[in-house]
């Protein structure tokens, strides 16, 4: 029997304030409804680990204040997919390389995602992620293992 609380269409929407306890927060959530949705193992470790990247830089470059940031997952037969938005679009991640502002989150967010990028909102951008689940595409078969 599922719980109350997950969601059964595959699909997860949380709005958090654009700190770092919204950025642990979001991780925290996102790894509940992993395991609400059955998602275990390296699968579940990858996309944890992108969660808080991209929650991060959300809370820490992205932060407007007053305005929240979004984390969205949803789950496919075979990955997940992450979209973290916030309120800076000047803003965007560049993508190859570590910024003058922060590590290496990013090329961490590359070593476990298929595939990764920026789109730009109405107000603010998104920063999406592809993760799969399959063992043989995350940490135990990158080169980063």
């Known amino acids: 029997m599922k719980s109350e609380t997950s969601t059964p269409t595959g699909e997860f929407t949380l709005r958090l304030s654009a700190t770092r306890r919204g950025a642990r927060l979001a991780r925290l959530f996102a790894v509940h409804q992993l395991h609400d949705w059955g998602v ?33 997952m949803w789950l496919g037969d075979d990955h997940v997919r992450i979209e973290v938005s916030d309120a800076r679009g000047e803003r965007r991640p560049q993508p190859g390389g570590k910024s003058d502002e922060g590590g290496y989150g990013l090329m961490l967010v590359a070593a476990l995602a298929t595939t990764w990028g920026v789109k730009d909102r109405c107000v603010g951008k998104t920063v999406w992620a592809t993760v799969p ?4 595409n995350t940490l135990a078969g990158s080169r980063w293992a």
């Open 133 to 136: 689940l399959s063992p043989q």
């Open 40 to 72: 275990t193992g390296l699968g579940a470790e990858a996309a944890e680990v992108v969660v808080a990247e991209l929650a991060g830089n959300a809370a820490l470059h992205g932060r407007v204040p007053g305005r929240d940031f979004e984390v969205r």
